[in-house]
Structures are given as C-alpha cells and as structure tokens.
C-alpha cells in the first residue's frame, strides 16, 4: 500500500518516550485517518480509534468519556504505553482546554497514555492549540498530494494531474468524469465548506462565501481587488467579509489569497489577492468542460498549469514553512516569490507561446533575489519542477 513520507517520521514520535500530544491536520481526504491506520499497523502499541465527525453533536463530556476508554482497556490489558487517536478534533466544544486537563491528569500520575489528535480546520487546531497546548504539542501538516505521489499511487501523467489534481479518492474514478465531477463537488467541496466552515465557524452571509469560492476558483492564478469582486458579486458585503471569508476558504484547504511582494508587511497586506486553489480539481470540477477539452485549448491550459504550479508551492508552503507572494509593478509581473530566512526567490511561468522574462528582470534589478527561475520550454520543466519540493531551492 502507497504510504505518504510524512508516516516514518510520525512512527518514530510515537515510538519514542511520552513527550507530547501529535497533531496532525490538513483538507479532507488526503489521507489522515490512512496514514494514521497505516501507522498502528506497524507499531507495536494497542490503539483505540474514536471521530468526532461520526456523531451529531460532540461535546467536552464526550471527549473525557473517550479517554476514560482508553485509560481503562490500556489497564486492562496491561500495556505499558497506548495510543489513543481522535479523529476531527476540532468538533468538540473547548477540546484544548479538555485536552490539556486530560493530558496534564496523566502526565501527573504517570499514565503512559500516548495521543494522536487528527484534523481538517487548520484555523480552529491552531487556535487551539496555541490558547491551551503550548509546549505539549507537535504537529504535522498533510496537505493535498503532489504529482510525485498521484503517479506513484495511480500512475497519473503529467497532464492528468494538472487537470484532475491530488485528491487520492478520486484517483480510480477519472476515466467517467462526469462520476469524477460529482464526486469532488459533492463528496469534498461541499463537505468541506458544510462541515469543515459553516458548522464551526460563524458565517453571516453563506452563499456570498460560497460564490467567493466559485469565482475565486474561476480566476485561480488571477489578481483581482476585492472591491472588483464585490461587483460581480452583486451582494452588499464589504471587502473585509470577503477577506475573512477567504482566510477561512484557505484553512481548510480549498482557496487562498497571496499578497504581493513588498519591501514592507503594510504593502503586502494591504495588496489585492492573487487567486490560488490549493488543489486544481476544485477548478476542474466546477468548469463544464472536460479534459479533452481544455487540454486543446492552450490559453485555458496554461492558466491550469500556473494553477498546478501554485497549488504546489502553496502546499510546500504549509509543510515547510516558507512564504509565497506575487509581484507586479505596472505592466511588468512575477508570478511567484518565495521568501525564506532572509533569502528570495523568483519563479515565472511560461506555459504559452510567450517567453519572454521582462518581469524576471525588472524584479531582480530592484530587489536582486538569490535565484530566479523560469519554468517552461526554455526552463525548468513542468515535471520536474511538480516533482521537487520548492524549499530545496533555497539550498
């Protein structure tokens, strides 16, 4: 079975000493409950295995019932460490205050009860966790799967991944797309903004998110200011609902907003957003076209190729910790900046007929960045840029 990197460094965590509670979020469906099934299959630790998602309303009584379970079948059975994994965590009313009372109760009676706390709203983990857990918590963060891993699971090529993106579920379904389109949008979109949104976060207008989300999957790699969105939203919200709505879009892994690059953090947050999906079947899925189409269409599929290409860096981005922009200064543009420790990287795309490098120059005239890159027929491939991880240039 195709297992995910990030499994040997969580096996080795938990084979270690009770030291800390491991946290693992990311979207739904990348693989969290997987991995983390994979994982108990290889330890030799007794586990006990509850989600909160598989109940109607999960409260704190419900948690500490759980753990109690835990405690008594690890006594009973007389194991010297346990493993205890919630699913969903972020479901339970105050669960880091219940967490760390529970963990703190057992860290004081040395119980060697080790925990594992899985979830999809990154916002509401990182809440959490920072109000509650400091200093008894590590996390790992799974985001959506890279080319590198849709080939290696399916055997996807290049442009299949670019049109179908990195979602693992739907990895056997593409050869029916119209079953493949139901899928994500019923299955992970809606699931995603119902569950992972609107139930635990309080949305005044839901539809107006909802179609922030259609059109911001529309004009993925796209610059567009909120007060242009508001137009063609034709709803009487203002810019910062529309900037607190995509924060929350982009905790749960759907769509972000990246700022432009600036030598100030006033400038950069106060920019207009650069559009990104962080998986290009959240694009595919709401378009009426199908791949055939598309993929004969050179202006549409170089705007999924930059998208493909985005949604990568902002993934890496998650997992490793570096900081991506964008760059326009009039007519001259740099599809993406990474910023890392002080070092700067520009990235252009060029999928299309056009290669020129106008912005690539201009950007390092004025700010002379540590390395550029041009990523097209006369660059780095395509494949080979999907198939590194981006914090490797930094090297």
Not at 192 to 204: A, E, F, G, Q
Not at 249 to 273: M, N, V
Not at 308 to 326: M, P, Q
Request: net charge neutral; hydrophobic share 40%.
């Amino acid at each position: 079975m195709f297992q995910r990197p990030h499994i040997k460094e969580l096996i080795s965590r938990i084979k270690e000493p009770r030291k800390h509670i491991q946290v693992i979020m990311g979207p739904r469906q990348v693989g969290k409950t997987t991995m983390v099934n994979q994982l108990t299959k290889e330890i030799k630790i007794q586990s006990y295995f509850v989600s909160a998602d598989a109940i109607a309303y999960s409260d704190k009584a419900w948690l500490v019932q759980q753990w109690e379970v835990a405690r008594q079948r690890m006594d009973i059975d007389g194991n010297e460490a346990f493993l205890f994994i919630v699913d969903e965590i972020q479901k339970i009313n105050n669960w880091s205050e219940t967490v760390k009372l529970l963990w703190d109760t057992d860290s004081r009676e040395n119980r060697p009860l080790k925990v594992i706390l899985l979830g999809s709203s990154r916002l509401l983990l990182q809440q959490g966790l920072t109000e509650s857990l400091a200093g008894r918590f590590e996390t790992t963060y799974m985001a959506h799967w890279s080319y590198t891993e849709m080939n290696q699971a399916f055997g996807w090529t290049l442009d299949q991944y670019i049109w179908f993106g990195g979602y693992p579920g739907s990895g056997n379904m593409i050869q029916d797309e119209e079953r493949w389109k139901n899928y994500i949008n019923q299955s992970l979109i809606e699931t995603s903004i119902s569950k992972d949104i609107l139930m635990l976060t309080r949305v005044d207008k839901p539809a107006l998110m909802r179609r922030l989300f259609e059109l911001g999957c529309l004009y993925s790699g796209q610059i567009l200011s909120f007060t242009k969105i508001l137009g063609q939203l034709q709803d009487a919200g203002n810019t910062v609902t529309l900037s607190h709505y995509l924060e929350l879009l982009d905790t749960a892994g759907l769509l972000g907003g990246i700022e432009k690059y600036a030598a100030d953090i006033i400038r950069k947050r106060s920019s207009s957003p650069k559009f990104q999906v962080h998986n290009t079947a959240l694009i595919s899925a709401q378009r009426n076209e199908f791949f055939e189409e598309i993929s004969q269409n050179p202006k549409e599929w170089g705007r999924m190729v930059e998208s493909a290409i985005g949604a990568h860096l902002v993934n890496s981005a998650l997992t490793e910790g570096f900081k991506i922009y964008y760059w326009r200064e009039r007519n001259e543009e740099v599809d993406f900046v990474l910023e890392r420790r002080n070092k700067v990287i520009a990235i252009e795309v060029k999928s299309g007929a056009d290669q020129s490098n106008t912005g690539l120059n201009q950007f390092q005239k004025q700010f002379k960045p540590d390395k550029i890159l041009l990523i097209g027929k006369t660059g780095l491939s395509v494949a080979d840029f999907l198939s590194l991880n981006p914090v490797n240039l930094f090297k």
